[in-house]
């Protein structure tokens, strides 16, 4: 039986450049899954890349056939963005190993959904003041910037990844992203390693 391994941190934490650099990895073999979501596409971004961009009618669609595993919704400053994981043939357990970028809640879901023993959370932790910094320039980087878009993100984090939320989903192991990308990386790389070897 694979791993089903999800990498999870606070905006800005750097969790998208690890994801990438995992799915890149030859040695750890670990399938891609394309996550849904109803927010409007960014610059560079690519349907079915990133996440597959879809509208309302298509959510509540999967979600009145009992094909939405975890989902997450964000009131934002310009509506309602949903995230989910839909049951949608990605996930074979028995094929293999496979890598989704989620969050506490969707680590929770997962576990109920998947089973506890086949579910790794790998917590990106940053400081936060390199966050907002990160998270500035990113914005900074857009067509039409949202500050308080951005923001929001910022603060809804702190209660998102509170340490009590962290105790009672069970997570116990960080990975810190405050000085080298490469070496955060190393030891998640490390991690995923020992967890398939194990099983």
């Excluded at 043939?89 to 086949?118: C, H, P, R, W």
């Excluded at 910094?133 to 509170?162: F, H, I, N, W």
Aim: hydrophobic fraction near 35%; glycine fraction near 8%.
């Amino acid at each position: 039986m694979g791993k089903l391994f999800i990498v999870m941190g606070k905006s800005a934490s750097g969790k998208d450049a690890v994801y990438r650099n995992l799915l890149q990895d030859k040695s750890l073999d670990l399938k891609k899954i394309v996550l849904y979501t109803t927010r409007p596409m960014r610059q560079k971004e690519e349907d079915g890349k990133q996440y597959f961009f879809v509208d309302e009618d298509f959510y509540q669609e999967k979600e009145r056939a009992g094909k939405v595993i975890e989902k997450r919704d964000y009131h934002t400053q310009l509506g309602l963005w949903r995230y989910f994981t839909a049951d949608d043939g990605q996930i074979d357990l028995a094929a293999g190993n496979y890598l989704m970028i989620g969050t506490v809640d969707a680590y929770v879901s997962m576990k109920e959904y998947f089973g506890a023993e086949n579910v790794v959370p790998l917590l990106i932790d940053t400081d936060d003041g390199i966050r907002l910094g990160r998270a500035l320039k990113r914005e900074l980087r857009q067509e039409v910037p949202r500050y308080d878009e951005m923001c929001r993100r910022y603060l809804a984090d702190t209660a998102d990844y509170s340490p009590e939320r962290l105790a009672a989903a069970g997570i116990e192991t960080l990975f810190d992203n405050n000085d080298t990308i490469e070496s955060c990386i190393k030891e998640v790389t490390a991690c995923i390693h020992f967890s398939i070897r194990t099983g």
